[in-house]
């Protein structure tokens, strides 16, 4: 049985930085593509930031240069690094793991935390 267990998100002003970390098994991590998707409130839950097995990463358009993705496979721990945050980076963030390489495409991942909120006031 595959679990990814987010971090607790949090509550920063606009212009603050928040780390997330997902921790899994040693398996999933060796062996899948992990990534970190966002929901807000109506919207439809969006890729933010993917790493490979080999750590070859993709960020989206509308976090790069903001957020990094990385992985510690010592403690089989994704994380995300999240700069400089705005009001529109307030959503649900899951991490899930796949076994393609590094996409943002939700249909390529097979295993789902549970999320961890994050709220970013103005």
């Known amino acids: 049985q595959v679990h990814l267990v987010e971090s607790e998100g949090g509550s920063v002003q606009a212009g603050g930085s928040l780390r997330l970390s997902c921790t899994t098994s040693k398996y999933i991590v060796f062996s899948h593509s992990l990534a970190w998707f966002r929901q807000a409130p109506g919207e439809e839950r969006e890729g933010v930031a993917a790493?490979?097995?080999?750590?070859?990463?993709i960020v989206a358009h509308s976090v790069k240069g903001r957020f990094t993705v990385t992985k510690d496979l010592c403690v089989d721990a994704l994380y995300l690094q999240m700069n400089n945050l705005t009001p529109e980076d307030t959503a649900m963030y899951y991490c899930?793991?796949?076994?393609?390489?590094?996409?943002?495409?939700?249909?390529?991942?097979?295993?789902w935390g549970q999320g961890t909120q994050v709220t970013v006031s103005s």
């Open positions: 899930a793991a796949g076994v393609q390489g590094a996409t943002l495409r939700e249909s390529d991942y097979t295993y």
């Open positions: 790493i490979d097995r080999g750590g070859d990463t």
